[in-house]
């Protein structure tokens, strides 16, 4: 299957510090990507979607000034956790989907547990 | 997009089939059901698809009932790898249309 590779994998960092989350789709283009968010023992949560070189579309409850979104390319998009704190502290994973070949077929990355100090 | 509803837990002896069920009595025509696993601390896999036909590939199994009200993903000779938890999820074709997990099937592989 298509290959999502996301960067970093564990990442952590002081409270009220921003930190950048990549997503690839290395072997096909994304015309849309979404991210999620997973608690421990908790199912995937979807936070937003984004389609390639417009704005995300975030869910409810979901605050787009602090998980900022870019999908600039077919190949990238990127989560921002604008000033964490330690309740943002869980497991991040984005997800791409091409709109050509096997569709609707969503790829997962392998996810980035973000630990706020 | 169609609630699914799955079975909390269930065990598997290796070697023996896994058969895990699935209930989507709101499904309606043109959505899929797609099933994914999340090994521990990974992202999902994709495991299969189908609309209403029977489905196979190298991983599962997928059988939907006639009425598409459920289905069951099934793993032929299940091993200490298959290990995971299983999601269903139903989804119509259009672009808009996001994938939204359930609690899934939290499957145990016995040795």
């Known amino acids: 299957g298509a290959v999502v590779s996301q960067h970093p994998s564990w990442v952590i960092c002081k409270s009220g510090t921003s930190v950048k989350i990549e997503c690839r789709s290395l072997d096909f283009q994304a015309t849309t990507m979404f991210w999620y968010r997973q608690f421990p023992k908790q199912s995937l949560m979807l936070m937003a979607t984004?389609?390639?070189?417009?704005?995300?579309?975030?869910e409810q409850g979901v605050e787009k000034d602090k998980f900022l979104i870019n999908h600039a390319s077919l190949t990238l998009s990127t989560l921002t956790v604008t000033s964490a704190h330690p309740e943002d502290s869980s497991f991040y994973i984005c997800?791409?989907?091409?709109?050509?070949?096997?569709?609707?077929?969503?790829?997962f990355g392998a996810g980035t547990r973000l630990s706020v100090l | 997009d169609a609630k699914t509803t799955q079975p909390t837990s269930m065990d598997c002896a290796e070697g023996r089939a896994a058969n895990l069920p699935c209930n989507h009595s709101?499904?309606?025509?043109?959505?899929?059901v797609y099933w994914y696993r999340q090994i521990h601390s990974q992202g999902p896999q994709y495991i299969i698809h189908?609309?209403?036909n029977n489905e196979t590939n190298e991983m599962a199994s997928l059988i939907i009932t006639e009425d598409r009200k459920s289905s069951t993903l099934i793993l032929p000779h299940a091993t200490l790898r298959d290990t995971a938890v299983y999601y269903c999820i139903v989804r119509g074709l259009s672009t808009g249309n996001q994938f939204y997990f359930g609690t899934g099937t939290s499957l145990t592989v016995i040795p």
């Open positions: 189908g609309l209403k």
């Open positions: 709101t499904i309606s025509g043109n959505e899929y």
């Open positions: 997800s791409a989907r091409t709109n050509t070949g096997i569709k609707n077929i969503q790829y």
């Open positions: 984004s389609n390639e070189g417009s704005k995300a579309t975030y």
